[in-house]
């Protein structure tokens, strides 16, 4: 029989092969579903993982899914490095994009280049402030910061729907509940002429160099994460522990802020109610999946856009609901945290004579 065995220590191995079994297990458990739905299991996990890289426009397709992932997963990253769980970065996301946005219905046919930077600017400052109420209760009551941080999720969704539905609908859109679209002078630049990757790529992968930096090479990353992992050890040290929480739920807002910024004024170009994407939650994944290190992030993200994109193909070429890169998303989270086991425990086999003993 297999038995699980206590390691003496963390097996440093396994803290990253695991993922690698996650993504194997999960593949495997596609194959199966696949077939359970009397799909083509081969042509299943070519939609999912061939055809979003099978040529130059399906890799800027993926860049611009993994973008915002990647961004909001880097600032996730410092909050539960710091022991900090916001679980509202969805909303932060929102709220980023709703302030982006109102500075971009400001701008007209004679508004300059310098409204791009405003609209960036403005969608970090939302995001912060939307992470700063968390922040605000949490370190004033004590209040749960999961909790608290989930529900303004659904807060910010109500706020942008009263303006998309309300003072911002555009009057010539026939009733659609959207803003006007944005004057060209807004869009965020483009790297290349046939492709939606804007330089928001450029901006992530800055911030993941920038975050390995901060974690582990700087006295103020080290005290972020001793101060959420160890508050009376970081007192001792002369770390602040509220500081720590302040810091990792506004980067952490920032980040989100700036990519739903980057987003409406990027690839969607108006306010609408479908700017909630799930990004905020999926993001979540993409930060464990990439041990909530950046260089580990950074291609977990673009893993998780390839679920995004193969759902939207496996629904138009497959006919297959679109909820199954949600399917794809739990079955990756679930399979990386039983396959976690093997970095505390090792797997045993237990002869007669040993179950004797």
């Not at 909790?147 to 910010?156: N, P």
Request: proline share 5%; glycine share 12%.
């Amino acid at each position: 029989m297999l038995k699980l065995e206590p390691r003496p220590q963390a097996s440093r191995w396994w803290t990253y092969g695991s993922p690698v079994l996650a993504l194997a297990v999960t593949v495997l458990i596609g194959l199966a579903l696949f077939a359970a739905l009397g799909k083509d299991p081969v042509r299943g996990l070519q939609v999912f993982f061939w055809e979003p890289i099978k040529s130059q426009y399906a890799i800027g397709e993926l860049m611009v899914k993994a973008t915002p992932l990647l961004l909001i997963a880097l600032g996730l990253a410092v909050c539960f490095r710091s022991n900090v769980w916001n679980i509202g970065a969805e909303g932060q996301f929102v709220i980023g994009a709703v302030a982006a946005g109102g500075i971009a219905l400001l701008a007209d046919k004679t508004t300059g280049p310098w409204i791009v930077p405003a609209i960036l600017l403005a969608g970090v400052l939302g995001g912060m402030a939307w992470a700063g109420i968390t922040a605000l209760l949490r370190d004033r009551f004590n209040a749960n910061e999961i909790l608290v941080s989930l529900m303004l999720v659904y807060v910010a969704t109500l706020v942008l729907g009263y303006l998309v539905y309300g003072p911002w609908k555009d009057p010539m859109g026939y009733n659609f509940p959207q803003t006007k679209t944005f004057e060209r002078v807004t869009q965020i630049p483009r790297l290349m002429q046939g492709s939606r990757v804007s330089i928001g790529l450029l901006l992530a992968l800055a911030s993941a160099a920038a975050l390995w930096v901060f974690l582990f090479r700087t006295r103020a990353g080290f005290a972020q994460q001793v101060g959420g992992l160890a508050p009376a050890a970081a007192r001792y040290a002369g770390f602040s522990s509220r500081r720590a929480l302040w810091t990792a739920l506004l980067v952490s807002g920032g980040a989100a802020g700036l990519a739903g910024a980057l987003e409406v004024a990027g690839p969607i170009g108006q306010l609408t109610p479908y700017v909630p994407a799930g990004y905020g939650f999926a993001a979540i994944i993409v930060a464990f999946v990439g041990r909530l290190h950046p260089v580990g992030m950074v291609f977990s993200a673009v893993l998780m856009s390839m679920f995004y994109i193969g759902g939207e193909l496996a629904q138009s070429r497959l006919g297959l609901p679109k909820s199954l890169t949600g399917v794809f998303q739990g079955l990756l989270l679930f399979t990386l945290l039983a396959c976690d086991t093997l970095i505390a425990y090792r797997v045993r086999w237990v002869g007669s004579q040993g179950r004797a003993a």
